[in-house]
Nanobody, 117 residues
Framework: QVQLVESGGGLVHPGGSLRLSCAVS????????MAWYRQAAGKERELVAG????????NYADSVKGRFTISRDNAKNTVYLQMDSLKPEDTAVYYC??????????WGQGTQVTVSS
């Protein structure tokens, strides 16, 4: 089993920044990839950014490229999402996601990000 706990959400003005953290515990060695997803009200959950655990290779949704950065600290068992130049359309609940080598998937409880003036 893997446990994921997000933190760092909140209210920010347009153009501002936030950093989300995802603390990972449990069967960490089974994880091969981590990601951040988000779900806005009335919309489907979508992939924001992903990172491979060993290589650090990253991928991003087109809507956040150049503004968001996903990173990992394997020593701290934590994954981060640095969000800059935030826009109102970034408002959503952000979820941490982990995938194992046999494609078992885990989700955190989510953290609300609201971008508003």
């Amino acid at each position: 089993q893997v446990q994921l706990v997000e933190s760092g959400g909140g209210l920010v003005h347009p153009g501002g920044s936030l950093r989300l953290s995802c603390a990972v515990s449990g069967s960490i060695s089974s994880i091969v990839a981590m990601a951040w997803y988000r779900q806005a009200a009335g919309k489907e959950r979508e992939l924001v950014a992903g990172i491979a655990k060993s290589s650090g290779t990253t991928n991003y949704a087109d809507s956040v490229k150049g503004r968001f950065t996903i990173s990992r600290d394997n020593a701290k068992n934590t994954v981060y999402l640095q969000m800059d130049s935030l826009k109102p359309e970034d408002t959503a609940v952000y979820y941490c996601h982990a995938r194992t080598a046999i494609s078992v998937k885990y989700w955190g409880q989510g953290t609300q990000v609201t971008v508003s003036s």
